[in-house]
Nanobody, 123 residues
Framework: QVQLVESGGGSVQAGGSLRLSCAAYGYTYSINYMGWFRQAPVKGREGVAALYTGGGNTYYTDSVKGRFTISQDNAKNTVYLQMNSLKPEDTAMYYC????????????????WGRGTQVTVSS
């Protein structure tokens, strides 16, 4: 079993920065992808960024390219999402996810999910 614990959410003004962390516990050896998704009120859950743990390839949705950076610390079994130049439209619950294969921004590619951390950006 794999457990994911997110932290680092909060409230910031537009233009500010936050860093989200996702610590993975349990049998993480065979995980291939770590991703961040977000869900705003009355909207579906969308993929924000993902990282292929084996080769380090990264993927981003267009709206965050150049502003967000996903990275990993293998020694700590932790994945980070550095979010800069935040906008009000980035406001959402952010979820960490871990999976074994598939399209990086597909919900079905991920088998394990964290409980989420709230990010609120005010204008």
């Amino acid at each position: 079993q794999v457990q994911l614990v997110e932290s680092g959410g909060g409230s910031v003004q537009a233009g500010g920065s936050l860093r989200l962390s996702c610590a993975a516990y349990g049998y993480t050896y065979s995980i291939n992808y770590m991703g961040w998704f977000r869900q705003a009120p009355v909207k579906g859950r969308e993929g924000v960024a993902a990282l292929y743990t084996g080769g380090g390839n990264t993927y981003y949705t267009d709206s965050v390219k150049g502003r967000f950076t996903i990275s990993q610390d293998n020694a700590k079994n932790t994945v980070y999402l550095q979010m800069n130049s935040l906008k009000p439209e980035d406001t959402a619950m952010y979820y960490c996810a871990a999976g074994y294969g598939g399209s990086w921004n597909s919900l079905s590619a991920y088998n394990h999910w964290g409980r989420g951390t709230q990010v609120t950006v005010s204008s």
